[in-house]
């Protein structure tokens, strides 16, 4: 498994910053990723919810192009996510924006991975005035339709967590807020490390590190890719394992019907999913998954066929039609 390691020096866990709140461009980015590109079953019900929105507000071309600047992939532009702590969206879309041309060109291009941009990224790596006014519109209207009216559960959710993280914070030190950041967080001083696309280290050199909670974060925590840009650490807020948008009652009940973790299952298999790609997408153990799917299994919600060294797991019709959509004979 491929790590990120954090380098302390002595200064660093001196300097080492809990954000009192969510950021605004990341929650925008992650938000992206997750409605067109990610699959975390916890946001499942807020996909297809704010699928059918986007599209009744006339902003699906609006999504996929932000889907092209903000890919849930192993790298987007660092200037989408300024450093710093920016909870208002003004503020931080105000500094994207005014990105200088050289560096909009070199991150563009890092994400085209070196071909030439075309079409409006092109533009926009031209730092062209009226792509980047496009740019703004298309955040701000995305914003105002898909986040805004969630802007009350997601406060919640980050709030939880950061009183959670406040008490290890005022019980165990810095230390032990590092060590519980994540599941896969290892704190072996001077190094803090965690599940990551790729192997990296990020030497923090007494510039200290801002942890900024997300709640569409998922897999584990991010940092910036420029190394030499101020040391920021995001990272997934505590949450349960499928959420209800909204106070959705169909969801709610589902969930306390089958449990969380199996309503998740049952949501994120689809038209066919290995354990290994379910363990993934529930940020769970393959045994964990496992034993969910064969309790659905047992159930008649799921089926299970074996294909070569792997099994694939996939909704039968009875499961479709508790989720409220349809499917073939089990």
Same mark, same amino acid.
């Given at each position: !498994?491929?790590? !990120?390691?954090?380098?302390? &020096?002595?200064?660093? *866990?001196?300097? @080492?910053?809990?954000?009192?709140?969510? =950021?605004? !461009?990341?929650?925008?980015?992650?938000? @992206?990723?997750?409605?067109?590109?990610?699959?975390?079953?916890?946001?499942?019900?807020?996909?297809?919810?704010?699928?059918?929105?986007?599209?009744?507000?006339?902003? =699906?071309? @609006?999504?996929?192009? *932000?889907?092209?600047?903000?890919?849930?992939?192993? #790298?987007? $532009?660092?200037? *989408?996510?300024?450093?710093? +702590? /920016?909870?208002?969206?003004?503020?931080?879309?105000?500094?994207?924006?005014?990105? $200088?041309?050289?560096?909009?060109?070199?991150?563009?291009?890092?994400?085209?991975?070196?071909?030439?941009?075309?079409?409006?990224?092109?533009?926009?790596? &031209?730092?062209?005035?009226?792509?980047?006014?496009?740019?703004?519109?298309?955040?701000?209207?995305? +914003?105002?339709?898909?986040?805004?009216?969630?802007?009350?559960?997601?406060?919640?959710?980050?709030?939880? =967590?950061?009183?959670?993280?406040?008490? =290890?914070?005022?019980?165990?030190?810095?230390?032990?807020?590092?060590?519980?950041?994540?599941?896969?967080?290892?704190?072996?001083?001077?190094?803090?490390?965690?599940? #990551?696309?790729?192997?990296?280290?990020?030497?923090?050199?007494?510039?200290?590190? %801002?942890?900024?909670?997300?709640?569409?974060?998922?897999?584990?925590?991010?940092? %910036?890719?420029?190394?030499?840009?101020? $040391?920021?650490?995001? #990272?997934?807020?505590?949450?349960?394992?499928?959420?209800?948008?909204?106070?959705?009652?169909?969801?709610?009940?589902?969930? &306390?019907?089958?449990? $969380?973790?199996?309503?998740?299952?049952?949501?994120?298999?689809?038209?066919?999913?290995?354990?290994?790609?379910?363990?993934?997408? %529930?940020?769970?153990?393959?045994?964990?998954?496992?034993?969910?799917?064969?309790? %659905?299994?047992?159930?008649?919600?799921?089926?299970?066929?074996?294909?070569?060294? +792997?099994?694939? /797991?996939?909704?039968?019709?009875?499961?479709?039609?508790?989720?409220?959509?349809?499917?073939? &004979?089990?």
């Amino acid at each position: !498994m491929n790590r !990120m390691r954090l380098h302390f &020096e002595r200064e660093d *866990l001196a300097r @080492v910053r809990l954000a009192p709140g969510p =950021d605004a !461009m990341w929650e925008l980015v992650l938000s @992206v990723q997750q409605l067109t590109g990610e699959r975390a079953p916890f946001f499942a019900l807020w996909r297809r919810s704010s699928a059918r929105v986007v599209t009744r507000a006339g902003l =699906d071309a @609006v999504v996929r192009a *932000l889907g092209e600047l903000m890919p849930a992939a192993r #790298y987007f $532009p660092d200037f *989408l996510t300024p450093p710093g +702590h /920016h909870p208002a969206l003004e503020t931080g879309l105000d500094t994207v924006l005014s990105t $200088p041309t050289r560096r909009l060109q070199a991150e563009i291009g890092l994400l085209t991975a070196g071909r030439r941009a075309t079409g409006w990224l092109g533009e926009l790596a &031209e730092g062209r005035a009226a792509i980047l006014d496009r740019l703004g519109g298309a955040v701000r209207a995305y +914003h105002a339709t898909v986040l805004v009216p969630y802007a009350v559960e997601q406060a919640s959710a980050v709030q939880a =967590d950061l009183a959670g993280r406040v008490t =290890d914070l005022a019980r165990g030190g810095v230390e032990t807020l590092l060590r519980g950041l994540h599941p896969s967080a290892r704190w072996e001083p001077p190094v803090l490390s965690f599940d #990551y696309p790729r192997d990296a280290d990020l030497r923090l050199g007494g510039r200290g590190l %801002l942890l900024i909670p997300t709640f569409f974060g998922v897999h584990h925590p991010i940092t %910036l890719a420029d190394r030499a840009l101020g $040391p920021v650490l995001t #990272y997934p807020v505590a949450r349960p394992a499928l959420w209800a948008p909204g106070g959705d009652g169909r969801v709610r009940d589902l969930a &306390e019907l089958l449990g $969380p973790g199996r309503a998740a299952v049952l949501e994120l298999v689809g038209d066919g999913l290995t354990t290994t790609a379910l363990a993934a997408g %529930l940020n769970a153990s393959a045994s964990s998954a496992s034993r969910h799917a064969a309790t %659905l299994r047992r159930a008649g919600l799921i089926r299970t066929v074996r294909q070569g060294q +792997h099994v694939l /797991h996939s909704r039968t019709r009875l499961g479709d039609a508790l989720l409220g959509g349809t499917g073939s &004979e089990p």
